[in-house]
């Protein structure tokens, strides 16, 4: 089982619908959650992070962060063309400031006009 | 603020040969990681450095190795190169006390 699960997709959602994409992961003690948005030949960017179980909003897009199932979302609303990219998940463990995160491979997500 | 830069941006070398990156974090940052971009293996952590001292280190053989400087700046190693070297591999920085990590643009090694 890997650590971080995402379905790696193909998302297609029309435009200006509502896009919703999931991650499971799998050690417990995990307590520093985010989403990365990725263009093709292009490097991560941060877009959420998420640290508490519930949700948090930014703008068009919204994390959801579930502990006890070990699962945390990203909606995204009013989808956009510009929207479609690949979403890492990644997952910090432990409180400490260490850096490493363990990402999902990624969905790939597709807003058609 | 300028954001995370590496250098340099494309690479292009043959087996055995060894490279050098390099990466500037952000303004104030000091804590740096460094991660290999694969598309099999998608993004895997290598180490990170902090105050000139390696934090943690992913699970890589001591081919790759890396450094950071008194400002900051961190590089990497990878000797003996091989095929499967060929990847993306991406810096990011942190502040300190907080656990965001910003990437830069990358350096993309390809291995012939």
């Known amino acids: 089982q890997k650590e971080v699960e995402q379905n790696s997709g193909p998302l297609s959602v029309p435009e200006g619908a509502i896009a919703s994409l999931n991650c499971t992961y799998s050690?417990?003690?995990?307590?520093?959650f985010f989403w990365y948005r990725q263009y093709s030949g292009k490097s991560p960017e941060l877009i959420m992070s998420?640290?508490?179980?519930g949700d948090k909003e930014d703008g068009r897009f919204t994390a959801q962060l579930n502990k006890a199932s070990q699962y945390v979302s990203l909606l995204i609303r009013d989808s956009q063309p510009s929207d479609s990219a690949t979403y890492l998940c990644?997952?910090?463990?432990?409180?400490?400031?260490?850096?490493?995160?363990?990402f999902g491979q990624g969905t790939t997500l597709q807003v058609k006009p | 603020k300028a954001g995370v830069t590496q250098t340099p941006r494309y690479l292009i070398k043959t087996r055995g040969q060894q490279v050098t990156l390099s990466c500037s974090p952000i303004?104030?940052?000091?804590?740096v990681s460094w991660y290999q971009q694969t598309p099999g293996q998608g993004l895997q952590f290598l180490f990170e450095?902090?105050?000139?001292?390696?934090?943690n280190k992913g699970n890589f053989p001591g081919r790759f190795s890396g450094r950071q400087f008194s400002n900051s700046r961190s590089e990497m190693n990878v000797s003996t190169l091989e095929l499967g070297d060929s990847a993306l591999y991406l810096c990011?920085?942190?502040?300190?006390?907080?656990?965001?990590?910003?990437f830069g643009p990358g350096t993309r090694l390809t291995v012939l």
């Open positions: 990644a997952v910090k463990r432990g409180s400490s400031n260490t850096g490493k995160l363990i």
């Open positions: 450095y902090f105050s000139e001292t390696q934090r």
């Open positions: 303004s104030g940052h000091r804590s």
């Open positions: 990011a920085s942190s502040l300190e006390g907080t656990v965001e990590q910003f």
């Open positions: 998420i640290y508490s179980n």
């Open positions: 050690d417990r003690v995990s307590q520093s």
